[in-house]
C-alpha cells in the first residue's frame, strides 16, 4: 500500500440509519485492501432516486451512506494497484456485479442477477473517503472539475439511451422531460445528429426556458400537443428518435405520439405509479410500427463503455456542464441541499455535495 496522505481513521459522512434518519456524523473510515485505491470524494450529486431512498423507501440495510454520483482524488492504493493512479482525479462506475450469472458472463453488468451497489447497497459518496476497486475507476483529466466529473453517472445514463435510439445524423430527436438526464440526453443527441433538431418537451415553464438558454427547441405539452410541436418546429411529421425521461403516462404517451413512423422510442424514466395506454396511443405504436427499447443504466464493458465515451467528450470541454449544476452545499447543510431536490419549489437541475 502507498499513501499521498496520513490517513485519518475517522471522517464525515451522512449515514442513513432508518427511513427519514440521515444524520450528518463521523464514521470510520473504511479499509483500504489488496486491488483498491482510497478514494477522496470532492464532489457528489443527489439525484432523483436518492430522494425516496432516504425518505420512504430505505436502503437494504441500515445504516448505509447514499450517494452514486461522484468523484474524487485518489489518495492511497492498496497492495497490486498501478502507483501510477496516485493524485489521480476520477469518477467511479458505481455497480459491484456478482462476476457468476449468465448476464456478467457476457459482461452485461447492468443485467446482473445479484450485484451490489455503491450508495445504496452498501456504502457510497456521502463521504469523505470512500474505497473502490481499480476496476470501478473511471479517471479523468485535471483539466474537469470535479464536479462537472460528477455528473458522469447521470450522463453515461443518458448517452446509454442515445446509443440505444442509434441517434445518427441528420435524425430529428425529441426528448420528453426536462431534468438533468433530459437535458443530458438531449445534449448527447445534438452530437450524434448533428444537423437535425433536438427538441426538449414538457409542462414546466421555467425548465424548458432553461433549456432554450441551452439551444434546445422546446415544446410546452400543457400548450401545445406534442405532434403539433414537432412538425412546427421539424417540417415534418414525427421525429426520427422520441426518448421519454419521466416515467410518466403523460410522458410515454407523448414519446409515442411525437415519434414517425417507423420511429424508434427509448424509455428512460423510473415510474412512481401502474401504467396504463389509450387505445388510440397503443394502436399508433402498431401503425407507425414503432421499436420501443428499455434503457437500463449503462454499458462498461470492452465493447461498448458509455463512461469512458461520457468522461471524454466531457473532457472535450464541448458540452455545456456548469448550466447543470444547480446549486453545492457542504454535508453539513444537507438538509438544505435534499429540501431543495424533494420540494420542488424551486428550479434545480442537479444539486451537489463539494466535500
Ligand atoms: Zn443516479
Ligand atoms: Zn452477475
Known amino acids: 500500500m502507498k499513501s499521498l496522505i496520513e490517513i485519518p481513521k475517522k471522517m464525515k459522512a451522512l449515514n442513513l440509519h432508518g427511513v427519514g434518519d440521515l444524520r450528518y456524523e463521523e464514521v470510520d473510515v473504511p479499509e483500504l485492501k489488496e486491488g483498491t485505491v482510497l478514494l477522496n470524494v470532492k464532489a457528489c450529486g443527489i439525484c432523483s432516486s436518492d430522494i425516496p431512498r432516504i425518505f420512504t423507501n430505505g436502503t437494504y440495510h441500515f445504516p448505509t451512506i447514499p450517494g452514486h454520483e461522484f468523484s474524487g482524488r485518489i489518495v492511497a492504493v492498496g497492495d497490486g494497484v498501478d502507483e501510477s493512479l496516485l493524485g489521480r482525479r476520477s469518477c467511479v462506475f458505481p455497480m459491484l456485479p456478482c462476476r457468476k450469472c449468465r448476464a456478467c458472463a457476457k459482461e452485461e453488468w447492468a443485467q446482473c442477477s445479484s450485484y451490489s451497489y455503491f450508495g445504496s447497497r452498501q456504502d457510497g459518496g456521502f463521504a469523505e473517503y470512500l474505497v473502490v476497486p481499480v476496476w470501478n475507476l473511471v479517471p479523468f483529466a485535471d483539466?474537469?472539475?470535479?464536479?462537472?466529473?460528477?455528473?458522469?453517472?447521470?450522463?453515461?445514463?443518458?448517452?446509454?439511451?442515445?446509443?440505444?435510439?442509434?441517434?445518427?445524423?441528420?435524425?430529428?430527436?425529441?426528448?420528453?422531460?426536462?431534468?438533468?438526464?433530459?437535458?443530458?440526453?438531449?445534449?448527447?443527441?445534438?452530437?450524434?445528429?448533428?444537423?437535425?433538431?433536438?427538441?426538449?418537451?414538457?409542462?414546466?415553464?421555467?425548465?424548458?426556458?432553461?433549456?432554450?438558454?441551452?439551444?434546445?427547441?422546446?415544446?410546452?405539452?400543457?400548450?401545445?400537443?406534442?405532434?403539433?410541436?414537432?412538425?412546427?418546429?421539424?417540417?415534418?411529421?414525427?421525429?426520427?428518435?422520441?426518448?421519454?425521461?419521466?416515467?410518466?403516462?403523460?410522458?410515454?404517451?407523448?414519446?409515442?405520439?411525437?415519434?414517425?413512423?417507423?420511429?424508434?422510442?427509448?424509455?428512460?424514466?423510473?415510474?412512481?405509479?401502474?401504467?396504463?395506454?389509450?387505445?388510440?396511443?397503443?394502436?399508433?405504436?402498431?401503425?407507425?410500427?414503432?421499436?420501443?427499447?428499455?434503457?437500463?443504466?449503462?454499458?462498461?464493458?470492452?465493447?461498448?463503455?458509455?463512461?469512458?465515451?461520457?468522461?471524454?467528450?466531457?473532457?472535450?470541454?464541448?458540452?455545456?456542464?456548469?448550466?447543470?449544476?444547480?446549486?453545492?452545499?457542504?454535508?453539513?447543510?444537507?438538509?438544505?441541499?435534499?429540501?431543495?431536490?424533494?420540494?420542488?419549489?424551486?428550479?434545480?437541475?442537479?444539486?451537489?455535495?463539494t466535500i
Open 143 to 353: 483539466t474537469l472539475s470535479y464536479e462537472e466529473a460528477a455528473l458522469c453517472e447521470p450522463a453515461a445514463v443518458s448517452l446509454h439511451a442515445v446509443n440505444i435510439a442509434g441517434v445518427k445524423k441528420g435524425d430529428n430527436v425529441a426528448v420528453v422531460g426536462t431534468g438533468a438526464i433530459a437535458l443530458l440526453i438531449g445534449l448527447f443527441a445534438k452530437r450524434k445528429s448533428e444537423t437535425g433538431k433536438v427538441i426538449i418537451a414538457g409542462r414546466s415553464a421555467d425548465k424548458l426556458e432553461n433549456a432554450a438558454k441551452m439551444g434546445f427547441e422546446t415544446i410546452n405539452t400543457a400548450e401545445e400537443p406534442i405532434a403539433d410541436g414537432v412538425k412546427r418546429i421539424t417540417g415534418i411529421d414525427g421525429a426520427d428518435v422520441a426518448i421519454e425521461a419521466v416515467g410518466t403516462n403523460e410522458a410515454i404517451s407523448n414519446s409515442v405520439k411525437a415519434a414517425g413512423a417507423l420511429g424508434r422510442v427509448v424509455l428512460v424514466g423510473n415510474p412512481y405509479e401502474d401504467l396504463q395506454m389509450e387505445k388510440n396511443v397503443y394502436w399508433s405504436v402498431l401503425r407507425k410500427q414503432l421499436t420501443l427499447s428499455g434503457s437500463w443504466n449503462s454499458n462498461y464493458n470492452s465493447r461498448v463503455n458509455d463512461w469512458k465515451e461520457a468522461i471524454s467528450i466531457f473532457e472535450s470541454g464541448t458540452l455545456d456542464l456548469r448550466s447543470l449544476i444547480s446549486r453545492t452545499y457542504p454535508m453539513s447543510e444537507y438538509e438544505k441541499a435534499f429540501a431543495d431536490v424533494r420540494d420542488r419549489n424551486t428550479f434545480t437541475l442537479r444539486v451537489m455535495f
